[in-house]
């Protein structure tokens, strides 16, 4: 949706021409030629167009009035999309100019579909942004207008970019591996579209690649039968060529190896690059942030070498290479609590020394979003100033990448009190839309269906949680990103709140390389779920979150003079996901035992979040906080 000009409009032109609202829901355009000069504007992409233009586009030969006829329909027009404008304020979507009207937005699913298509990305991602592009065709292009001389062009050119997104599409599935997957599209787009070279020969080559090779040769001999009967022509040198190498078996047919591209690439650079050269430090820092998201020993490797690329680049006394090796590493992270309290703290203090002499903007907001993150589940004001001063930065520099990093230390910087789950929600928003789907941003869209994963948990609404854990899997199988399961697998157990579910998905945690995740979760999870299910807590290691399940679990034993020992020393719990489940725990500790300070300063601290469920994590449920307060 695009807010850019104060609307909240998404036009579609991939099919009949529409509107829908904020909430999906399509505006009512009124009549055709209201459609008309909807569309009109939107094939001037932003320009103005006279509004005389637009009455020798509406009618043939136009009737008397017509122009008033044309201020009608712009009116009317405004009133749909800009339902609720105040009387008399200028309109800040369809707007007039001069002597015509243009339409501010760029919220148009045919301009998102062109970036799809003109997208530069590794095959995976190319793959996942064209088959979103396709997937907004309903038709074809400006279904309703298909004899207007002004839409002939734009038709036209649309329907080009629709046919080389379908071919640019198996080519990305052939360079995966997934030529089984390419074949029925191709099947059916040569078909339909008989004169396209290209795409005879991609089919060709998914069918060799499938081991079927007579079929690749009978699909080479109906595309020349095609050429020559239709249009008169012989095929094209690539056509000939491929029967020939497919007639040899031509090594080169074969789909690439992975594992011999990376080790000629590896090799080659051992001997290009010597073994001293700074581009060798941040070249580590790229492989080591790829080696974080694969998981387990993957990402206790790309931990416990990341402080030593920073300290090796600080002995070489080179501050902008230091501060550049510290902010590539752009991980997203999504648990707010240190898997290593000491080397984070020592990240920390790196990035505020690099910061010192720090004047290019761009790596100053890296190097910020980076103490805001390394600084999770601390109450420091510092840590909160840097990841707004990231953010600022960011947004001022219009680059996606960077503003996606920079919120993701935002987020880490929004559980220091209890009811701010729709601020992490819109924060998920941003990543996921705004920047990520737009952008081709993988990982930052899976970090933002987790972020809205878990705040529409805090926010009751499960319905809408089960389809972001849904798009996070989706997204995890596709780009191979194991770690992702961890989070939907425990939220799933969640959902279920039974303790076999809950041990179950404690097993993914065992080598997922997330200690600051892994200890002492399990045994959280099921004290809660006996809490919630009037069930006698049991004595186990809890680890961090013991100082509040031991007046709980003391309560179960009838050791009261005990509990209330241990809820007078009960901390305030630390900012994080499990915030207002700590302060649930105290809160019904304190009801047991009658403790009116601490259950005061419970119910103050989770007031803010009164409508709102102890599930924020969208591992551990402790119900609707109401039930505590």
């Known amino acids: 949706m695009d807010e850019r000009y104060g609307g909240r409009v998404e036009f579609g032109v991939l099919g009949p021409v529409v509107a829908w609202d904020d909430a999906g829901r399509p505006v009512a355009l009124k009549g055709p030629r209201h459609r008309a000069v909807l569309a009109r504007l939107i094939v001037a992409r932003g320009r103005v167009v006279p509004a005389s233009r637009l009455v020798d586009d509406l009618w043939v030969d136009p009737p008397d009035g017509a122009l008033s006829a044309v201020r009608t329909f712009v009116a009317s027009l405004r009133r749909a999309l800009e339902p609720d404008r105040a009387p008399r304020t200028p309109a800040r979507l369809l707007v007039t100019e001069?002597?015509?009207y243009a339409l501010r937005t760029e919220a148009v699913d045919a301009w998102r579909f062109e970036k799809a298509v003109a997208a530069a990305l590794p095959a995976g991602e190319l793959l996942t942004e064209l088959s979103k592009g396709l997937a907004l065709w309903r038709g074809p292009a400006y279904a309703d207008f298909a004899d207007e001389d002004w839409a002939q062009a734009e038709r036209s050119r649309l329907t080009e970019l629709r046919l080389r997104a379908v071919e640019r599409q198996a080519e990305a599935q052939l360079t995966?591996?997934?030529?089984?997957?390419?074949?029925?599209?191709?099947?059916?787009?040569?078909?339909?579209?008989?004169?396209?070279?290209?795409?005879?020969r991609l089919l060709a080559l998914a069918l060799y690649r499938t081991g079927r090779q007579g079929d690749a040769l009978a699909v080479l001999r109906r595309a020349r039968s095609m050429l020559i009967d239709q249009l008169g022509v012989d095929p094209g040198t690539a056509l000939s060529r491929l029967e020939t190498d497919i007639l040899n078996q031509a090594e080169h047919l074969e789909p690439v190896s992975a594992g011999r591209v990376w080790e000629e690439a590896a090799a080659a650079y051992d001997r290009t690059v010597g073994t001293g050269a700074r581009a060798r430090l941040e070249s580590t820092v790229g492989l080591l942030r790829n080696l974080a998201v694969t998981g387990g020993g993957g990402l206790e490797a790309a931990r416990r070498h990341r402080l030593a690329a920073i300290t090796a680049a600080e002995e070489l006394g080179d501050l902008d290479l230091t501060?550049?090796?510290?902010?590539?590493?752009?991980?997203?992270?999504?648990?707010?609590?240190?898997?290593?309290?000491?080397?984070?703290?020592?990240?920390?203090?790196?990035?505020?020394?690099?910061?010192?002499?720090?004047?290019?903007?761009?790596?100053?907001?890296?190097?910020?979003?980076?103490?805001?993150l390394e600084s999770r589940g601390s109450r420091e004001p510092r840590a909160a100033e840097a990841a707004r001063e990231a953010e600022e930065i960011a947004r001022g520099l219009d680059d996606p990448v960077l503003l996606a990093f920079a919120l993701n230390g935002v987020f880490m910087q929004t559980c220091d009190r209890a009811g701010l789950a729709p601020q992490r929600d819109a924060i998920g928003e941003e990543l996921m839309i705004d920047l990520s789907e737009r952008h081709g941003l993988v990982t930052y869209e899976v970090l933002g269906q987790l972020v809205r994963l878990q705040a529409r948990s805090a926010l009751g609404d499960f319905a809408t949680a089960d389809h972001h854990a849904a798009a996070a899997d989706a997204l995890a199988a596709r780009h191979e990103l194991p770690l992702v399961g961890v989070f939907t697998q425990w939220y799933r157990a969640m959902r279920l709140d039974t303790e076999p579910a809950y041990r179950e998905?404690?097993?993914?945690?065992?080598?997922?390389?997330?200690?600051?995740?892994?200890?002492?979760?399990?045994?959280?999870?099921?004290?809660?779920?006996?809490?919630?299910?009037?069930?006698?807590?049991?004595?186990?290691?809890?680890?961090?979150?013991?100082?509040?399940?031991?007046?709980?679990?003391?309560?179960?034993?009838?050791?009261?003079?005990?509990?209330?020992?241990?809820?007078?020393?009960?901390?305030?719990?630390?900012?994080?996901?499990?915030?207002?489940?700590?302060?649930?725990?105290?809160?019904?500790?304190?009801?047991?035992?009658?403790?009116?300070?601490?259950?005061?300063?419970?119910?103050?601290a989770l007031a803010p979040a009164t409508t709102q469920q102890a599930a924020g994590s969208a591992l551990v449920t402790l119900g609707p906080i109401a039930n505590y307060l």
């Open 176 to 200: 995966l591996g997934l030529a089984a997957e390419a074949v029925p599209e191709l099947d059916a787009h040569v078909t339909e579209h008989p004169w396209r070279e290209e795409a005879w």
């Open 505 to 604: 998905a404690a097993e993914l945690l065992e080598g997922a390389g997330m200690p600051g995740l892994q200890e002492g979760l399990l045994a959280l999870a099921l004290a809660c779920h006996h809490v919630r299910h009037g069930l006698p807590v049991p004595d186990a290691d809890y680890g961090p979150y013991e100082p509040w399940t031991r007046p709980v679990v003391l309560l179960s034993q009838n050791r009261t003079a005990e509990a209330a020992a241990a809820l007078q020393v009960t901390p305030e719990p630390s900012p994080g996901l499990l915030l207002e489940v700590l302060w649930c725990l105290t809160a019904h500790a304190a009801k047991a035992l009658g403790h009116h300070e601490r259950l005061t300063r419970a119910q103050a």
């Open 323 to 372: 501060a550049r090796v510290i902010g590539a590493y752009d991980v997203p992270a999504i648990w707010m609590r240190s898997d290593d309290e000491a080397q984070a703290a020592a990240i920390v203090a790196a990035a505020e020394r690099a910061l010192r002499t720090q004047q290019h903007q761009a790596t100053r907001a890296r190097l910020l979003a980076t103490i805001a």
């Open 98 to 100: 001069g002597p015509g």
